[in-house]
């Protein structure tokens, strides 16, 4: 069976590829619940104070959600433990955490990433990360509506934004948990057009079948409407 885990940046198109993919493959999918996330408008509202907090939080759902995952087989994450330390450090890099709090930040996650090591099966299949650039992601982020997030919110989310694109660059070339591939975010809107979510599918499943992994043959959970 197969553990598919999602990356990208804000708006990239998680959320929204897992939701398309799980129905296509039959496969089950993690979300990652934003919206019911206490500590995440705290942060946008004084991300000095909440960086480390909002950390934590997202450490713990998302050990939670990839230990599920691993153990269930046959699933999709719209995102993963593997990028928690990309936002922290990216907030310690602008002096958001003291050196206490990274210090601890990352003695949590290295036992959490040692606890992952013990599992039956230590990493997922597949990454598929989705590109964007800086105005895809803000016209992503204006689409979806989330108030804290606007650069009408906060004119400082600019640097924020364009800072995380270019963390991400470094951090998608160096992993290496599992086969990786990516999608092209500014150019297939896998929403909107139902050539380009052909096209989308289509690159996945030809990743997974060059994996060895044959989609066709997986039987489809009773539980899960597969999309014709
Ligand atoms: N490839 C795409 N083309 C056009 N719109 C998209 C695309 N992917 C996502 N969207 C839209 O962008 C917004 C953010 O998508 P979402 O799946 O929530 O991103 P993420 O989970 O990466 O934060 C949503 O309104 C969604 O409908
Ligand atoms: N400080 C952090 N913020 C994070 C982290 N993971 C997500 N986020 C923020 C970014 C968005 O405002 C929101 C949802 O993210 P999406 O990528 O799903 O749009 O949460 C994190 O680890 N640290």
Known sequence: MTVIVLSGPIGAGKSSLTSILSKYLGTKPFYESVDDNPVLPLFYADPKKYAFLLQVYFLNTRFHSIKDALTQDNNILDRSIYEDALFFQMNADIGRATSEEVDTYYKLLHNMMNELERMPKK?????????????????????????YEQLSYDSTLEDYYKRLLRYYKPWYENYDYSPKMEIDGDKLDFMANPADKQIVLDQITDKLKEMGKRPEDWEKPTDIQIEA
């Open 123 to 147: 990493n997922p299949d597949l990454l598929v990360h989705i590109n964007v650039s800086y105005d895809t992601m803000i016209k992503r982020i204006k689409k979806r509506g989330r108030p």
